[in-house]
Nanobody, 126 residues
Framework: QVQLVESGGGLVQPGESLRLSCAAS????????IGWFRQAPGKEREGVAC????????YYADSVKGRITIYRDNAKNTFTLQMNSLKPEDTAVYYC???????????????????WGQGTQVTVSS
């Protein structure tokens, strides 16, 4: 069974850190572009960070640059979103996703992703 499973969400205070992990099963991530997306209440789902399958480069939304890092571990078939200096506006449900392509932009082409996790809640509040 092909699936992505997220873990690591929770409630943190502003300025704290959180690490989200995504484990793939039923397929190998090696040739897939991978990404993290989030959706806050009343807002559209947006790209947070991704790793391109064509050149291995990472891309970040402007709102998270310098605070968030995405990386993958092909040996473990997982990828991770390390989030530091969290802000209340980072509060959202976070989703991991993978696509074999084609896609125009791994950060913007949400509808080109083949597999999605179930989502994990991240709440940043004092």
């Amino acid at each position: 069974q092909v699936q992505l499973v997220e873990s690591g969400g929770g409630l943190v205070q502003p300025g704290e850190s959180l690490r989200l992990s995504c484990a793939a099963s039923g397929f190998t991530l090696d040739y897939y572009a991978i990404g993290w997306f989030r959706q806050a209440p009343g807002k559209e789902r947006e790209g947070v960070a991704c790793i391109s399958s064509s050149d291995g480069r990472t891309y970040y939304a402007d709102s998270v640059k310098g605070r968030i890092t995405i990386y993958r571990d092909n040996a473990k078939n997982t990828f991770t979103l390390q989030m530091n200096s969290l802000k209340p506006e980072d509060t959202a449900v976070y989703y991991c996703a993978a696509t074999i392509g084609p896609y125009y932009s791994c950060l913007d082409s949400l509808y080109e992703y083949d597999y999605w996790g179930q989502g994990t809640q991240v709440t940043v509040s004092s």
